[in-house]
C-alpha cells in the first residue's frame, strides 16, 4: 500500500509539471472606424507555445513585449487564420502580446 501511495504521489507531482493552455483576454486598443464590427482573435498560451486564431485569413503583425524590461523579444508578420510560434527563449515573467490585424490593434497580458 504504502508503494501504491508512493507512486500516485510521484506522479501527480510529475504531472503538475506540464504546463496547461491559459487563455489570454484581448482587449482592443486601437480600431480605426469604431462603427465595424470586428470580431476579436482569440489567444492562448500553452508553456512557452502561443497560438493565436483569427475568424478569417488575415495579414497580422504579432509583437510579445516583456513587461518587467519593456523590451519587445519576439516581432513576427503572418498572412494565416491560425499562428502558433515556439517562444523556447523566454524566461519565468510577464508578457504583453499585441497584435495588429489591419488598423485594428488588440493587447493581452499573460505570464511564463
Known amino acids: ?3 501504491v501511495f508512493m507512486l500516485l504521489a510521484l506522479l501527480g507531482c ?3 509539471g506540464f504546463a496547461e ?3 489570454i483576454q484581448l482587449k482592443e486598443k486601437k480600431r480605426p472606424d469604431p462603427r465595424s464590427l470586428v470580431q476579436l482573435p482569440t489567444a492562448s498560451i500553452d508553456g512557452q507555445v502561443l497560438t493565436i486564431d483569427f475568424s478569417e485569413t488575415t495579414a497580422s503583425r504579432i509583437t510579445v513585449i516583456s513587461q518587467g524590461t519593456q523590451v519587445m523579444v519576439y516581432n513576427g508578420s503572418f498572412t ?3 499562428i502558433v510560434v515556439n517562444l523556447p527563449a523566454l524566461s519565468d515573467g510577464e508578457y504583453q502580446l499585441e497584435i495588429e490585424q489591419g488598423g485594428n ?3 493581452g497580458d499573460f505570464e511564463i
Request: aromatic share 6%.
Open 105 to 107: 490593434l488588440y493587447i
Open 21 to 23: 493552455k491559459m487563455p
Open 1 to 3: 500500500m504504502k508503494k
Open 14 to 16: 510529475t504531472l503538475s
Open 80 to 82: 494565416n487564420n491560425q
